[in-house]
């Protein structure tokens, strides 16, 4: 009887590789990664150390929030209502802009370039630091490390501090070099300057005509270096804006702000003087239409004074010229009634200028005020008909005498106004009320925790994986089943013994 081909014997063979291919076996899986554990468990122990140094080298991060309410208001001083009137003391407010926009203000040079100029931010101190372990070695001493470096790498707890730094223009942004040489002295030499030059601490050193520094505090060891950079306002802007953080809890008007720093010191004073520089700016532009009331008021007081001086020397020699005329009852009837409805005309005319501010000549409001003006011109305009009536010379008196009360009637409301505007803007007071200044920085961060744990995960995957490739680039027979899917007899075995 014949045996089967050996075409039938190939197919059979194939099929049944492809059948046991086609399965994955999980237990032979965990039987080859078991096989290798010290290897896996050996990179995974690599890994978390590399993601321990990598947690280990950046500088730390401090925090500190001042907490502020910014309350909706209008964005104009309400003025009150014996110098403006009714029609803008209780009437229409603008609405309060939006707190998007008021992030954008707050972050505007406006309000940050006097903080950078007070603390001096674009002068910018960098110590020289080792290459990569730099930071590190800046927070934790380790003696042998710290013996292996350069004299000119910082050591933990050293500093210096700047009150004053002058550069031309060509040198903004070039580094300045300053290395230690003593308790309170040092050396600062330029880029493009050979020859450098000693100085002290407290004393102001100067650099040919380039360069004036001062340095009021020297906390370093000798040979330490460091380099100085003077930077533009907008640089020195966009390093704070950086830092700093805005945000609104709940549409409640309740702001924190907060900022952030690898220098305690300098997130705890630069997020109060954020917030103090908000809180000027804002009482500033409120006041700014105070301002402008005053201005104009004292602006028209001088011409009112020379008006009331022609009137009254020109009163006086009529008067003279007429022997000593006076009025009569009726005549100074009309003219009383005329001096006042000359003063409210004045009155609604500074009342006009202060509407034409806030709101479009077809408002209500306005639209009432020219009307209340119309009937008040009409009205003198028919009482000065009336005095038509009198004899020319009483007519004459009555003008002159009309022109000089309405001249000092007129300085009077002027100087009154000017002094009640003066005591509105002494105190006038923000919208902006600092509930909790910022009075510890807080470390943040960086999270050196995570870096370790993605390094012990990244190795165990790394360790799984080449065990994986490992096992497929071997070429050999695992048992004795891979002997007979070839259609191969197994006639026995022998097993490995050690030695």
């Known amino acids: 009887m014949k045996g089967p081909s050996m075409t039938e014997n190939s197919q059979k063979n194939i099929s049944q590789i492809e059948d046991s291919d086609g399965d994955l076996d999980l237990s032979d899986l965990l039987a080859q990664l078991f096989a290798r554990k010290w290897l896996i468990a050996g990179f995974v122990l690599l890994g978390g150390l590399i993601g321990l140094v990598i947690g280990q080298l950046g500088p730390n991060e401090y925090r500190a929030t001042s907490v502020v309410q910014i309350e909706k208001r209008s964005s ?35 309000i940050l370039g006097p903080v950078v100029e007070e603390l001096g931010i674009n002068a910018r101190v960098e110590p020289v630091r080792a290459p990569i372990i730099g930071d590190f070695l800046a927070r934790r001493s380790i003696p042998l490390i ?12 050293e500093s210096i501090s700047l009150n004053q730094l002058r550069v031309s ?13 003593g308790s309170d002295s040092f050396e600062i030499s330029a880029p493009d300057s050979t020859a450098a030059v000693t100085g002290r601490v407290g004393t102001l050193v100067t650099l040919g005509d380039d360069i004036q520094l001062q340095v009021t505090a020297l906390n370093a060891a000798k040979g330490r270096e ?26 409640t008007g309740i702001v924190d702000f907060g900022f952030t720093s690898s220098d305690p010191a300098l997130s705890l004073i630069a997020a109060n003087t954020v917030v103090e520089s908000y809180r000027t700016q804002n009482l500033q532009r409120r006041s700014a239409e105070i301002d402008q009331s005053i201005e104009f008021i004292e602006s028209k007081i001088p011409e009112v004074q020379l008006e009331l001086e022609a009137a009254a020397t020109a009163l006086s020699t009529y008067r003279e010229s007429q022997e000593n005329l006076e009025l009569s009852l009726g005549t100074q009837d009309l003219l009383d009634q005329i001096v006042q409805i000359q003063a409210r005309l004045e009155e609604l005319e500074f009342q006009e200028q202060q509407l034409a501010q806030r709101l479009t000549p ?24 009336d005095l038509q009536a009198v004899p020319a010379a009483e007519q004459e008196f009555a003008r002159l005498q009309e022109r000089m009360v309405s001249a000092r009637e007129l300085e009077r409301q002027l100087i009154a106004r000017a002094e009640q505007l003066r005591v509105l803007r002494a105190s006038a007071v923000g919208n902006i009320r600092v509930l909790e200044p910022a009075e510890v920085a807080r470390l943040v961060g960086p999270n050196r ?19 994986f490739g490992l096992n497929f680039l071997r070429r050999g027979i695992e048992d004795a089943r891979e002997v007979e899917e070839l259609g191969l007899s197994v006639l026995g075995s022998v097993n490995k013994v050690p030695k």
């Open 76 to 110: 104009g001083v309400v003025l009150p209502e014996e110098l403006i009137g009714n029609l803008l003391s209780g009437g229409e407010q603008a609405r309060g802009s939006s707190f998007e926009t008021e992030i954008h203000v707050i972050r505007s040079r406006l």
């Open 146 to 157: 710290g013996s292996l470096l350069s004299d000119a790498y910082q050591r933990p707890g």
């Open 169 to 181: 223009e060509d040198l903004m942004g070039v580094p300045i070099s300053l290395r230690v040489t």
């Open 226 to 251: 460091y380099q100085i950079f003077a930077e533009p306002l907008r640089e020195g802007v966009a390093r704070l804006r950086e830092g700093l953080s805005v945000s609104e809890r709940r549409s």
């Open 362 to 385: 077809n408002h209500p409001d306005y639209q009432s005020l020219l009307a209340e003006r119309t009937q008040l011109q009409n009205r003198r305009d028919n009482l000065r008909a």
């Open 449 to 467: 925790k995570m870096p370790a744990l993605g390094g012990l995960f990244g190795g165990l995957v790394f360790g799984i994986l080449l065990v």
